[in-house]
């Protein structure tokens, strides 16, 4: 199947997995679990999408990694079936957590042990551990919390400030 006749969702979703530190068909397969009324097994996601079993199981591995979907049984089947949350701030809040686990917490501790070599690794370092830790309140909100962050609500402390509100 070319990209031209898979749906469109997938389709987006494969071309914006990069940005969030995923792979295209990590992707794909995503956004075909999130959006499915009921659950597909690797079989599914195959079929629909069109990609090689090696790739579907390398991506679902992938996925299960992030936390982004999780398996489903159901009694009587030996297959596996794969579920995703419905809440779209709730994806980008477990995107939040898992590229902080992944990439800025190591990437801060690994520069942590160069801080004090010159001014610009410690200001790197910084930086870096801001983020994380920036990463890290965002990634512990609920849902709710997290879109009043990014939608310019008070949930997380900006340093100790609050803004008052106008009244």
């Known amino acids: 199947m070319t990209t031209s006749s898979m749906p469109a969702l997938p389709v987006i979703f494969g071309d914006f997995a990069a940005m969030f530190g995923l792979s295209r068909p990590a992707g794909q397969c995503f956004a075909a679990i999130w959006r499915q009324t009921s659950s597909p097994c690797a079989d599914d996601l195959v079929g629909s999408l069109g990609l090689s079993r090696s790739n579907v199981s390398t991506?679902?591995?992938?996925?299960?990694?992030?936390?982004l979907i999780s398996v489903a049984r159901v009694p009587g089947d030996r297959r596996e079936f794969f579920v995703a949350?419905?809440?779209p701030w709730e994806v980008l809040r477990l995107i939040f957590a898992a590229r902080q686990?992944?990439?800025?917490?190591?990437?801060?501790d690994r520069l942590a042990a160069h801080a004090d070599e010159d001014a610009a690794t410690?200001?790197?370092?910084e930086m870096v551990s801001a983020l994380s830790n920036w990463m890290t309140q965002l990634a512990s909100l609920d849902s709710a919390g997290l879109q009043a962050a990014m939608t310019g609500g008070d949930a997380v402390d900006r340093g100790g400030k609050k803004k008052k509100k106008k009244h």
């Open 85 to 87: 949350p419905d809440d």
């Open 59 to 67: 991506a679902l591995k992938e996925l299960r990694g992030w936390g």
């Open 122 to 125: 410690r200001g790197a370092h």
């Open 101 to 108: 686990r992944r990439d800025f917490s190591v990437l801060a």
